[in-house]
Nanobody, 124 residues
Framework: QVMLAESGGGSVQAGGSLTLSCVTS????????MGWFRQAPGKEREPVLS????????YYADSVKGRFTISRDNAKNTVYLQMNSLKPEDTAMYYC?????????????????WGQGTQVTVSS
């Protein structure tokens, strides 16, 4: 069983920054494509970023380009989401997801494993 645990969420004012972390249990992390998704109340889950297993390819949703960055540390089984210039519309529950293999995706159904989420609230 693969477990993912997000942390780092919180409340911040517009223009501020947060860094989310997602730790993956087991020995498969270095072989997993990873993704971050978010879901605001009353809205569908939407992709944010994805990174392949080696970390040399990153893919961004248009809404976060230039503001958010994804990175990973395979030695620590951890993927990070650095969020800068936060806006109130970034308020959502943020989830990390994993799938074994060398690919990546911004499509939620591609992923096999999901964390429980961490809440990010941005006030104006």
């Amino acid at each position: 069983q693969v477990m993912l645990a997000e942390s780092g969420g919180g409340s911040v004012q517009a223009g501020g920054s947060l860094t989310l972390s997602c730790v993956t249990s087991g020995d498969i992390f270095s072989n997993c494509g990873m993704g971050w998704f978010r879901q605001a109340p009353g809205k569908e889950r939407e992709p944010v970023l994805s990174i392949n297993s080696s970390g040399d390819s990153r893919y961004y949703a248009d809404s976060v380009k230039g503001r958010f960055t994804i990175s990973r540390d395979n030695a620590k089984n951890t993927v990070y989401l650095q969020m800068n210039s936060l806006k109130p519309e970034d308020t959502a529950m943020y989830y990390c997801a994993a799938r074994t293999g060398s690919g990546w995706s911004l499509i939620a159904s591609w992923y096999d494993y999901w964390g429980q989420g961490t809440q990010v609230t941005v006030s104006s």
